[in-house]
Every structure is written in structure tokens, then in C-alpha cells.
């Protein structure tokens, strides 16, 4: 079954230290990840994907078939990026859509 | 801006009255999906329309139902809510035809059973 597992549900840091938000997935196919953000009070929205291979207000994440992990990285953590953050996998769902299996989330809070 | 609009954002409903959240949006997506997110949880697909088709989760309750009367507009129907119920409910867009499709989110409508 395919399955996304963020093995921590709250992470704190000081700001200026690196963050590594960690994200592990199950799937026998080839996996296309996502991660998305939720800040305070607003909407979840997309924050990057694997595919894309970019940066995001300065965190990436790269995808490790080996581990299966999609791991997403900052070298400085800011204030500003204390939200809750959520790893998704994209399943196929038949009749030309896709759906979303998300993590069950980590908060990060980053401390001044 | 284009966008995905939940109403209300805060519902609160009795024990087994029905009640019905919308959803619209202004992407001209041919999809758009409901989620059912309970505190501390992962958010969780409920059901999918692809244009006019309906696809339901199979292990989304009989009481939950969907309506999608034209491509703007989509309705999560709880006919008979249960406290288990309470919950933020999420919808979500997307553009059909591309593998990687962004989901655009809405800002959800948080729902209490008394």
C-alpha cells in the first residue's frame, strides 16, 4: 500500500540553523513527491516538487529512491518559515486524475 | 485573483442534522476534490470529480456525498453528521492532463457537531 510517513510531528530549531524535514514513502512505482506548507491561519500550498528540482524560499528536497526518502532541506532556517509542512506522494486515480496521499505532517518552529 | 473559495469557514451543525459545505473556484479546473482533515491528521481524500465524474474513496462513509453542478461549483453533503465528523474540510483543484498537477488548495471550512 502506499503509504508517507514523516516520523516527526513537531521540530524546533534556532533561526540560522539548518532544517531537514524528514519524509519517507512506500510505493512499487516511480514516485512523483511533493511537499506542501500551511502557514498560520492560511491555506495549504504547494512549496516544491520533486520533478522541478527547484529551490523554494531557499529549501529543496531531493528524492532518494534508494532510502525512499524526499527529505526537504534548508541551510538557514528564518522565522518566517515556522509552519506546518506535509509530504505528499501522487497517485494515479484513474479516469485521467491524480490524487494526493499526504504525511501526516511536521510542524516547524524556528526559534529567534 | 483565481482562486478556490470555501463558505462557510467555521460550520457548526447539530448531531444527525444535515449539512452542506461549497466550494468554488475560479482555475477553470476540471477537478476538484474534498478532503477531510481531523486535528493532528493528515489530510484525507473523500471523493474526486473529473469534470462530471464522480470518484469516491472506498473507504469514504455512505453519509458523506458530493455534488458538482457545473464546472465552478462543488458540494460536500453530510446527511447525518456524527461528532466523529467534526473535522476541517479541504477542497482542492486541479488541472487534468498533466502528471505532476499542482492541487490548489482552499482555505477549508472547519465543522462542529454538537
Known amino acids: 500500500a502506499q503509504r508517507v510517513t514523516q516520523p516527526e510531528k513537531l521540530l524546533s530549531v534556532f533561526k540560522g540553523a539548518p532544517v531537514e524535514l524528514k519524509c519517507n514513502y512506500s510505493y512499487s512505482g516511480s514516485p512523483e513527491l511533493f511537499w506542501y506548507v500551511q502557514y498560520s491561519r492560511q491555506r495549504l500550498q504547494l512549496l516544491l516538487r520533486h520533478i522541478s528540482r527547484e529551490s523554494i524560499k531557499g529549501f529543496t528536497a531531493d528524492l532518494n529512491k534508494g532510502e525512499t526518502s524526499f527529505h526537504l532541506k534548508k541551510p538557514f532556517a528564518q522565522e518566517e518559515d515556522s509552519a506546518m509542512y506535509y509530504c505528499a506522494l501522487l497517485l494515479y486515480s484513474g479516469a485521467g486524475s491524480y490524487q494526493l496521499t499526504f504525511g501526516k505532517g511536521t510542524k516547524l518552529s524556528v526559534i529567534p | ?114
Open chain 2, 1 to 114: 485573483d483565481a482562486m478556490v473559495i470555501q463558505n462557510p469557514r467555521y460550520q457548526v451543525t447539530q448531531f444527525g442534522k444535515p449539512v452542506t459545505l461549497s466550494c468554488s473556484q475560479t482555475l477553470n479546473h476540471n477537478v476538484m476534490y474534498w478532503y477531510q482533515q481531523k486535528s493532528s491528521q493528515a489530510p484525507k481524500l473523500l471523493f474526486h470529480y473529473y469534470d462530471k465524474d464522480f470518484n469516491n474513496e472506498a473507504d469514504t462513509p455512505d453519509n458523506f456525498q458530493s455534488r458538482r453542478p457545473n464546472t465552478s461549483f462543488c458540494f460536500l453533503d453530510i446527511r447525518s453528521p456524527g461528532l466523529g465528523d467534526a473535522a476541517m474540510y479541504l477542497c482542492a483543484t486541479s488541472r487534468v492532463g498533466e502528471r505532476s498537477d499542482t492541487q490548489y488548495f482552499g482555505p477549508g471550512t472547519r465543522l462542529t457537531v454538537l
